[in-house]
């Protein structure tokens, strides 16, 4: 059973760029870097680390990754996979560093997932006290912060389509679905959790990468880091926002980092059970008040996305 | 397979004064009123209430209910209890308000819990258009406003013996424990979902009932709601708070209704799968860091209960 | 001595959709409605009124309204405007609601400006108690709310000549100016309390009228009320924001009303005292970094103004 | 004329401590440090500095600073303490850094207050263009932070001849009084300016010091300011709040350094003219809803004061 998303691993073009605008601006926490991979997490995870960011050329998507319950789901959704005529690999315990042993698929649509069960929890106590497990890190006391990963958006060349590998095989759940006036999805919101989604779909001509995103606390923390963006000069970062989703209920803010990745920092959402049908969203509500509650349009770059890349293979694993 | 928690039933004293303070002053959004019973919900649930008042001399509790994946697991519910000895009674569709068939069972640690798996949603559409679906109502734009049930606090008497039927039984998740000493749990914080509780369980000499929660949005929601209670000249009514746990990292504040029970109104919370070990919180520790992170400690008052009411019989159903 | 804006007048097409719009979604507070006009305020204010919305064919600007610190200063600021051979009248008491004596003159920009000494406070105290003073009006939980009274924004076709007559000869003080690439000014902040403005002077062809502001607590509240106008399916009346200004540091949100009136609903702000020099913005920051710090730009829209209409003759006064 | 309060002076026993407190947790923003002396402002204050700290053995207030319109005022101020047969003292400009020529006095209430026009300003551009002029500063992201001092509660032996000093002869207005059951005021709110108050002046046996306060952003940052004291474990800092005044109507916290000095965060308040008569709270009133209009009690350790420390001499000038 899969639980939730639990990384990506996103490309960029310039590590040490990345690393003063996750970590020196944003306030990602630093799990650790080492050859041209700098891995973090927001501050409230226990998870020590859900996101990679690569040197390789960025923007770009290599791959997402998924908790199961227990271990044996990884041969479960192998054959699952295999029945499916889709490539399997099983990469050993430490390819990804304080991971278990993963299975990685390569999707229907064109994307590539890893599934994994083990993932290290950074130790909570220190001296044997509770040390701000789950909180704002004392030790990194700025930034906004992010607290912990949400969601990962995909474009996919059949939402409908998808929806069968996704949801009928995978037992994803849509919450939220914004048809088309042929009533064929055109954007589904699915999960595993009971928040709105872990994965977006959103239909395009090809397979990629639209945006990730991490929570954060309240509408402050969006405003402080639209400040901070502002502050430091950045402010041509912020794609859209901060403003109201209809979809999801979120408060959000669309951010470009220095490869052109595409970060989404969101509050807010909801809890609702898998099991209820999805809320559907009909044009021409959509573009007004599915998008933007608020009415502002997104600019034209928001339909700008980036390529998937080839994962690293274990011939060139990560020691 | 337990979902969460769905509803309290909790009993007032005077249904007028009740829906002045429920729905007049905090802004909870009414279900029905019929008869001595006045049934709410937050503003961004779908279900279409959550919360019980009951006129029959409060303060007080009379059970918790908890949705179960499928219906089929009344059955293997009510099996389980009569294994163990404890008294079930089956109710029909409709003994609730827009529920499905009930499974009632005594819990071995005092309490009453009601399953139900079909709990009718409203209709979020008007017009076909979604209309304001968990989100804040227009219909009702006062109030703080709450979004949605979040826990019942229970007292046991003995904390230890309540963990073996919550969590080894029925598949509850311990996601915090206050450990006393010797090494024994004091108060608990269960869950059937990824945040913080569906459940505390609190150790005390008789079954009682200390609380039940709402989620708020964010702080911004506590200060209104504070300053709604000063401005009505209630701010006696707020027995702790705002103020951060420690526990649960959740923003909360703890008011007195007018019958005497303990609502919690509280933001903030985390994430964590069911499989984690729990976070284990030691004395000294708890009382100045684990309850109130920001130093302030609860007043004598905080350690009062409510008794355990008899729910009513089949005989007297509510039509 | 002027002390600060006290009142604007703001003409509408239709007082029951203004009243919808200002009172019922808003939440700013009632005085008093007599025939074609609505008189309104802040929550958070003591001066009895401090909006006036008349009907007669809006969207559209009459005057606005400064408070001075004796009645003398009415003398003074009559023949100061005199000399300047501008047109001045005076009004008796109770002309505009419990007012005292009025001094109207014409600007020599192409404004009606009103000075006045008595404005009357509602009473603070009921039963010999407090109720409420300057705060969250209990009789009016509903709404954003709108604290108090901000600034007006007057389009002048000669921001320099315009600083001769309220700077030099009013004694206001200019907190920020954007300077074109001659270093003539474009806009003006200008003020007689610490805050940043009282009056913003912008350049165009003709006197006109662009917005006027009330001040809102904080982020949150810019948050609630854009979420009240899309929950009223009202977001198109959304023109810009809620975003962070460069210039005066504010978090805004500008909303048109249903005359097409611009209101800004501001929060943040700053103290400086009068004496300071200018903060002074020059191209190309200004439209990045003064108008939008966080970086999206103001629709096409925000350069329309509305025009500055006749007040009404004493002749057919108010009685 | 006197426009506002411009600095306090606080004595500390340990100035690394005062350093890491001030500083590294809260986030003010230091303008030096030299010998025993830290200069620090709020992140918003173009004033150079406005909080003295000195290491001689603290906690204890040396004088409170007012800023003048016109060093003209310094004369006229120096004789009007002459006609009341009070001490007073011309300092050179330099004498405190930053500053013009200095006028000190003793207050006929125990006091020493210094009077100045000369403030120098940072320098708000950088490179020519504004850099974040009265914002939160890209240099110092952490903290909470202090964006302006707001104001300094003296304890008098009697508030009643205090105010005939203060407001009488000096100009100040009162905004807000508490007043005893014989009707003489028990703690009065004074101002220059239009917020609630630049001093509090609050009845005791022996003039002494009750605590300074700097102005945050909202809610939020109170929040963030006391999860960054939890986080650090030094939640015993926190003596009352965050919660809501009634007098003032600010969300506030009091907070002790580490040298016992009692710092309150300040978020909020209004604006009134000077010339509107004080708002007043009668027992009973006052201490459920005048100092906490959320209804939970100061502690006792509220009551407490720190003593009046001399001034150095210009003998041992700070050169």
Same mark, same amino acid.
């Given at each position: 059973m899969i639980l939730r998303l639990a990384h990506v691993e996103v490309a960029v073009d310039d590590l040490d760029a990345a690393h003063g605008f996750y970590v020196g601006l944003l306030g990602f926490v630093e799990h650790s870097r080492d050859g041209g991979r700098l891995l973090l997490r927001g501050c409230e995870e226990l998870d020590c680390w859900s996101l990679s960011l690569v040197?390789?050329?960025? /923007?770009? %998507? =290599?791959h997402s990754a998924y908790r199961v319950a227990v271990r044996a789901d990884l041969d479960e959704l192998e054959a699952l996979h295999a029945r499916l005529g889709l490539a399997t690999e099983r990469l050993p315990a430490g390819h990804e560093p304080g991971h278990g042993p993963l299975l990685r698929v390569a999707t229907p649509d064109g994307h590539r997932s890893e599934f994994v069960h083990e993932i290290d929890e950074i130790d909570p106590y220190v001296e044997g006290r509770l040390a701000l497990p789950m909180r704002r890190p004392a030790a990194h /006391? #700025? #930034?906004?912060p992010p607290t912990r990963i949400d969601h990962v958006s995909l474009r996919v060349p059949g939402v409908a389509e998808s929806l069968r590998y996704w949801?009928? =095989? %995978? #037992?994803f759940s849509a919450s939220e679905l914004w048809l088309r006036e042929d009533e064929q999805p055109h954007i589904a919101w699915i999960r595993r959790q009971t928040r709105s989604h872990d994965v977006a779909l959103g239909e395009a001509p090809e397979p990629a990468f639209h945006h990730f995103a991490y929570a954060v606390a309240d509408a402050a923390a969006l405003v402080r880091a639209a400040d901070l963006l502002g502050d430091a000069r950045q402010q041509q970062r912020i794609e859209w926002g901060p403003g109201r989703h209809g979809a999801t209920n979120a408060l959000a803010m669309y951010v470009r980092d220095p490869a052109g990745n595409r970060l989404e920092l969101y509050a807010g959402d909801y809890a609702r059970d898998l099991d209820r049908p999805p809320l559907r969203w009909r044009v021409p509500d959509y573009r007004l008040q599915g998008h933007s509650w608020w009415g502002f349009p997104a600019p034209d770059s928001f339909g700008e996305t980036a390529p998937l890349l080839e994962p690293d293979s274990p011939a060139s694993a990560r020691a």
């Open positions: 040197e390789r050329g960025g /923007p770009g %998507l =290599t /006391p #700025g #930034g906004v949801c009928d =095989t %995978l #037992g």
